[in-house]
């Protein structure tokens, strides 16, 4: 054997010697973190709101949304979650509005909001759907992933026919009855 091969066998002897207890301590403290770190959304929360004609609730529902697309609620997802929730009780409602609450936080910005003594610090986060479209989730911290809903407020329309605000239509009546035509056939003759 020549002593480049004996060193290498020295190394590696010395390889196998050497503490690799640092790495088991590293994937420990790693998997402690692991749902401090920002991922895209695969599952949405849908609370539903029923308002009756008194303007009180009358009855929350939840479900969840399994998104297509990570992070993406499609057109077609919000439109199917709407429609399914319309009716509660045989009772039909109509959408009042649609809010998306998406708590994309930071991990570093977490002890700061956890601190934080500021009622309205949760409020950048909660949006006004302003139409039925496709709509991005941005990247959120794992451990909050069941907070990040749609909120769907539907009401009871009033009925149209106990409305006191009906258009009628009216006839006006002429004093005059000649029509154009018979004016100038008049004046011709």
Do not use: V
Not at 166 to 177: E, H, L, P, V
């Amino acid at each position: 054997m020549t002593t480049l091969e004996q060193n290498d066998t020295n190394n590696m002897s010395n390889l196998e010697e050497l503490d690799c207890s640092w790495l088991d301590a590293f994937d420990d403290i790693e998997k402690i973190y692991k749902n401090y770190y920002t991922e895209p959304i695969s599952l949405l929360k849908l609370t539903s709101i029923y308002i009756n004609n008194a303007n009180a609730i009358e009855k929350i529902s939840e479900s969840k949304i399994i998104l297509e697309t990570k992070s993406i609620l499609t057109k077609e997802e919000l439109i199917s979650a709407i429609k399914h929730s319309c009716y509660s009780n045989n009772i039909k409602y109509k959408l009042s509005s649609a809010l998306l609450y998406n708590i994309d936080l930071e991990p570093n910005e977490l002890k700061h909001l956890l601190k934080s003594t500021n009622d309205t610090i949760g409020d950048k986060y909660l949006t006004i759907m302003k139409n039925i479209d496709e709509s991005k989730l941005n990247n959120s911290i794992s451990m909050f992933h069941d907070i990040n809903e749609i909120i769907l407020i539907f009401y009871i329309p009033r009925d149209r026919h106990n409305n006191n605000n009906i258009t009628r239509k009216t006839c006006k009546m002429s004093s005059n009855k000649c029509t154009k035509r018979n004016r100038l056939k008049d004046k011709c003759t």
